[in-house]
C-alpha cells in the first residue's frame, strides 16, 4: 500500500508539473519556431482595409523566415479573422493567448475591437502590437502602438487645409470612438485658427446612403468636407459627392482614414481629394519601392496603405525586439520595443521608450488623375507621438 500511495503522489506530481508547463507564458517559443498571432479582418466591413494588413504583416513574416528567422527560430503565423466584430475580437484574442498560446499578436484595425480586446490581452497577459493610427485615449502597458496618433495627423493636416484651401469646413464622418474624438479635436484646431465649422453630421458605421448629408452640403458651401468614414461608406460618399456634379478644385474631401485601398474601390471619384498619413505608396526612395515592388509581385497589386506598411513594420519591429529577449514573455519583449529604430519602407521610425508609440514623418498628399498619391507635404523630421 505504501508503495502504491508512493506511485500516486509521483504521478500526481508530474500531472502539476505537465499542466505548469502548459500554461506558461512563454510556450509559444519553443523548440525551432515562434508562434505569433495575426488578428485582422477578412470579412465584414472593413475588411476592404485589412486585407492589405494581413497581406503586408505575411510578406513581412517571409522575409524574416527567409533571412533565418529569429536566432534561427522561424516565425509560425496563428491567424484569426475577427469580421469587424468587437466582441469576436475580444474572443479571438482571447484563444490566441490562452489556446494557441502565442507569444505577441499583431492586428486589429477599429478603435472599437482595440477597445473590446484591450481587458483581455491586460488580464492573461498579453501583448499586441496594434497598427493603426487611432485617437490616443488611455494606452496599455501591453500594447506597441506602431500607427499614429492625432498630434501626427490632425495637428499638421488642419492647419495645412486652412492656408492652402480655405477655412469654412464641414464635418462627416462614422460613428466610431476614433472619429468622435479627431473630429472635437480637429474642430478645436478649426476655430483655434480663425475657421468656422458650417456642418458636423456622424452617420453609422456602413452607411451607404449619403442624399441627405449632400444636400447639408450644398446649402452649406464649405470650403472642406473633413469626412472619415470607415470601410464601404468611403467609397459610397466619394461616389456620390462626384454624381452630384461636386467639384474637388473648389471643395476637397480631407481624410485621415481614406488610402490606398480606399481609392482603388472609389475609382475616378476619389481625384483631386486630399489625405493624410505617416506613409504613401508613392514615397521616393529606394527601400519603399523595393517594398511596394515585393507586394506587388506577391499579390498582384500596389496599393499598399499607411496600415498595410504598419502591418509590415509591426512584424519587423517585433523580430528585432525577439531576437533581444532570453525568453518570449510579454514583459521582457516589450521591455526591447523600448527605444528601437527601424529604417522601414516610410523611412527611419522608432519606438517612443516611454510610451510605446511611434515616432514618424506626417505627409499630406492628393489623388492624381490615375488614381495615384502625390506627396504635398511632408514634416521636416519626425513626430513625437503625443498620446
Request: with cysteine.
Amino acid at each position: 500500500m505504501k508503495k502504491s500511495a508512493k506511485m500516486v503522489l509521483v504521478l500526481m506530481l508530474c500531472a502539476i508539473t505537465i499542466l505548469a508547463l502548459g500554461c506558461s507564458s512563454s510556450t509559444g517559443g519553443k523548440g525551432g519556431e515562434i508562434k505569433i498571432g495575426l488578428i485582422f479582418s477578412k470579412t465584414g466591413a472593413t475588411a476592404i482595409t485589412e486585407e492589405c494588413m494581413y497581406n503586408a504583416a505575411m510578406m513581412a513574416i517571409d522575409e524574416v523566415n527567409a533571412a533565418g528567422g529569429v536566432n534561427g527560430k522561424q516565425l509560425v503565423p496563428v491567424f484569426e479573422d475577427y469580421s469587424t466584430d468587437p466582441a469576436k475580437a475580444a474572443d479571438k484574442m482571447k484563444k490566441l493567448i490562452m489556446q494557441d498560446q502565442v507569444v505577441a499578436t499583431v492586428g486589429l484595425y477599429t478603435s472599437a475591437s482595440r477597445v473590446a480586446a484591450r481587458p483581455v490581452v491586460e488580464q492573461n497577459k498579453g501583448l499586441l502590437v496594434y497598427p493603426t493610427f487611432y485617437e490616443g485615449e488611455d494606452p496599455s502597458p501591453n500594447i506597441i502602438y506602431t500607427g499614429t496618433v492625432l498630434n501626427q495627423q490632425n495637428d499638421l493636416f488642419v492647419p495645412w487645409l486652412m492656408e492652402n484651401v480655405g477655412k469654412k469646413f464641414f464635418f462627416l464622418g462614422s460613428e466610431t470612438v476614433y472619429v468622435s474624438l479627431i473630429h472635437a479635436q480637429a474642430v478645436e484646431v478649426v476655430k483655434a485658427n480663425g475657421g468656422e465649422i458650417v456642418g458636423n453630421e456622424i452617420v453609422p458605421s456602413g452607411n451607404a446612403d449619403f442624399a441627405s448629408v449632400i444636400a447639408k452640403i450644398k446649402e452649406a458651401k464649405p470650403d472642406v468636407i473633413y469626412a472619415n468614414l470607415n470601410g464601404d461608406s468611403t467609397v459610397a460618399f466619394y461616389k456620390q459627392y462626384k454624381s452630384y456634379g461636386f467639384d474637388p478644385k473648389t471643395m476637397p474631401i480631407a481624410s485621415t482614414i481614406t488610402d490606398e485601398a480606399s481609392v482603388a474601390a472609389i475609382g475616378d471619384a476619389a481625384v483631386g481629394h486630399y489625405s493624410c498619413f505617416n506613409y504613401f505608396n508613392t514615397i521616393q526612395s529606394d527601400a519603399n519601392k523595393t517594398f511596394v515592388d515585393n507586394y506587388e509581385k506577391k499579390y498582384g497589386n500596389r496599393d499598399v496603405t499607411a496600415v498595410g506598411e504598419a502591418s509590415y513594420d509591426s512584424v519587423k519591429l517585433l523580430a528585432k525586439a525577439l531576437e533581444k529577449v532570453e525568453d518570449y514573455k510579454p514583459e521582457s519583449i516589450i521591455k526591447a520595443f523600448e527605444g528601437l529604430e527601424m529604417d522601414a519602407p516610410q523611412g527611419p521610425i522608432k519606438i517612443d521608450a516611454a510610451n510605446h508609440h511611434l515616432w514618424c514623418c506626417g505627409r499630406i498628399a492628393q489623388v492624381e488623375e490615375d488614381g495615384s498619391f502625390k506627396v504635398v507635404y511632408e514634416s521636416p523630421e519626425l513626430i513625437e507621438p503625443k498620446p
